[in-house]
């Protein structure tokens, strides 16, 4: 059998070999009963791993194409006639699960200069494990037991107080615990939505909520994101042809542009959700990366129609699931039941954890460290791209993120080539957009970007 594979396609191994055999099968084994190529076989032949070959072979069983038979290996199907023809679809869905597993599955090597998150070597570990042994040594609950439904009072308050600088009034009792932002989310579509209902999203934006709301079966409309927040006289225009449910917006250093809701777009936002009757959902999870606080949707609405998400898993640990929303008093516990049914509580352990670091004082002196270093990473990355003639679509104030795109338009397929040569893992910027239209720009995590490879990078595509 031969097959094509390309290394240094955007597309995933896996994909390409199952769009291969869907190939072979077609011209030569749509009778079934045909013998496949041993997993050992084919990953030897065409020097790939195994685990590639074995989702190649798992997602065409799925499909209907092959069977499989313990002992003996893989098999056309019978009704592969019937079904062969049928392309191989590859939803919203696969489009940003494949886009996730170029960056989670590359190795520790590899310069994730298209992620979301924090390098390790970034990370402080000391406080963080000293509030773990302080909590291992004195709360034998927080290592066995579950959390409260809603999450621990004292955390609660904790994060009620934390909120007041944001001019975020809210109730102890209006704010659920959660294992992090991305639960947080999941929790919310299943609470405010149905399959069919309309959710307005901010484009570029935030591709893991694409996928959370096409697996939902949910129509999803972009809105223009600008330098000041949501382009209104779009969302005026969209508003008038939909009904949304439902806004999804991030505030402050906007991912992927790093951008700011600026007051006067707040307020038309909250002036349309009134007028339109529709609900928004707030990401505020890089909250702690700002010095000087902005305006919140949730300051000005007085979480009357907004719900508000916060996390700590972006600045402390990506390992240490604790995340939170500040919801309408009517919603809260509607919220702690869905929370119950799919997950009984978050992690009574993190929690704690957590809570130590708030009380110590830690927490807060880690993020006034973290703001000045991202601040001087952000200037720095600036003026490399500035220097390199790249395209900077808004100079964030801070925060993690720039999107930017090379001075000449560059293949997103030899983009990916020249990210490979320095052993480079980027996030496909079709992605970030609702409708996955191609782009030449890419999120750039300003906190990798002064490592070597990272400069060659971004001369090479100048």
Known sequence: MKLEVNRHATTPIAQQLEAGIRAWIATHGAGGGRRLPSIRRLAATHHISRNAVIE???????????????????????????LVSQPAATSGLEEVTNGLWGLFSANEHTLKLGCGWLPSNWREGDDLTHAIRQVARKSRSGIFEYSTPQGPQDLRGLIQERLRPLAITAD???????GGGSHSLDLLVRMLLEPGDVVFVESPGYYNLFGLLHLQRIRVIGVPRLADGPDI????????????????????????TGSTLTPAVAHRVLQLAEQHDFQIIEDDIYADFQHTPTTRLAALDGLSRVFYLGSFSKSLSSSLRVGFVAAPVAWVQRLVDIKMLTSISASRFAEQVVTTLLQNGSYRKLTERLCIKLANQMAMALTMLKNAGWEVYTQPAGGMFVWAKPPVAIA??????????????LSPGH????????????????????????KAF?????
Do not use: C
Not at 61 to 82: C, H, K, M, N, T
Not at 432 to 440: S, V
């Open 412 to 425: 997103p397929e030899t983009l990916s080539e020249l990210a490979n040569r320095w052993e480079i893992t």
């Open 56 to 82: 190649a072979y798992e997602r065409l069983v799925a499909s209907g194409l092959v069977r499989s038979r313990p002992g003996s290996g893989f098999y056309v199907a019978d009704s592969a006639a019937a």
């Open 431 to 454: 992605l970030f957009f609702a409708d996955h239209q191609p782009t030449a720009w890419l999120r750039l995590n300003v906190a990798y970007i002064q490592d070597p490879r990272a």
């Open 458 to 462: 971004i001369e090479a595509a100048s």
């Open 233 to 256: 006289e779009r969302l005026e225009v969209l508003l008038a042809e939909h009904r949304p449910k439902l806004f999804y917006i991030n505030s402050v250093f906007h991912n992927p």
């Open 172 to 178: 102890a009792q209006q704010i659920v615990m959660t």
